[in-house]
């Protein structure tokens, strides 16, 4: 099976400008998280998505927003950018949101807000 | 309040040596406990999950245990190898969320 991907891998934005960021999970998973990754912050669950309705939420403002498709594909935007949004953001797959569920990830999309 | 340490300085073994990490945390309850690797500009990858009613989990060359008493994991690389040198997360499962330390990295050294 092909792994979780993501688009694009790396991107520079400028403060203020909205981003879209893309999640293409492995075949058959149908819950798709998001992570922010910064150096020494480990990962911050953004928000969680299974058969398209967000069923978590972390503690990020509302420029952080996200969708799932009904093939599970998955979005996350950050609108009026700000530089404290440069990090790593991760997505990962799992089948289902049960009590011990193995995540897999995407490579990521590098984001640099300048 | 909530949280979950790991090492934040970096871990120097030597090569064949026993490389251990560990994983505090405060004011959870776990179901479960994840270890991944992470290497430089990579998502993390599942290592090994260990259950609340579980003492240890093997894998290969990898141990975990988890004693919920202390409120501490442990895990173990054995017969280390400049290959395993990564950054360690632990992840902790409550309440359908998997709350993430900041993770320890772990140098082996030739």
């Known amino acids: 099976k092909a792994g979780v991907t993501q688009t694009p891998r790396y991107l520079i934005k400028t403060r203020g400008q909205q981003v879209t960021l893309s999640c293409s999970p492995i075949?058959?998973?149908?819950?798709v998280s998001w992570y922010q990754q910064t150096p020494g912050q480990g990962l911050q669950f953004l928000f969680e998505y299974f058969s398209e309705t967000q069923r978590n939420k972390g503690n990020f403002p509302g420029r952080f927003s996200g969708r799932q498709f009904s093939n599970s594909r998955s979005e996350m935007n950050v609108s009026t950018l700000e530089l404290g949004d440069s990090a790593l953001y991760l997505c990962a797959s799992s089948l289902d949101r049960g009590r011990q569920e193995t995540q897999y990830f995407g490579p990521g999309t590098r984001l640099l807000v300048l | 309040s909530q949280k979950i340490e790991q090492n934040s300085e970096a871990l120097n073994i030597q090569e064949g040596k026993t490389a251990t990490l560990t994983c505090n945390y405060t004011?959870?309850?776990?179901?479960?406990l994840q270890w991944y690797r992470q290497d430089p500009g990579r998502g993390p990858v599942f290592l090994l999950l260990?259950?609340?009613n579980e003492k240890e989990k093997r894998k290969e060359r990898l141990k975990v245990t988890f004693d919920t008493t202390l409120k501490q994991s442990l895990f173990h690389i054995t017969a280390s190898q400049p290959a395993d040198s990564a950054t360690y997360l632990c992840?902790?499962?409550?309440?359908?969320?998997?709350?993430w330390g900041a993770g320890t990295k772990l140098i082996i050294k030739p």
């Open positions: 075949s058959g998973h149908r819950s």
């Open positions: 004011n959870y309850s776990p179901a479960y």
């Open positions: 260990i259950r609340e």
């Open positions: 992840a902790l499962g409550s309440n359908y969320q998997l709350i």
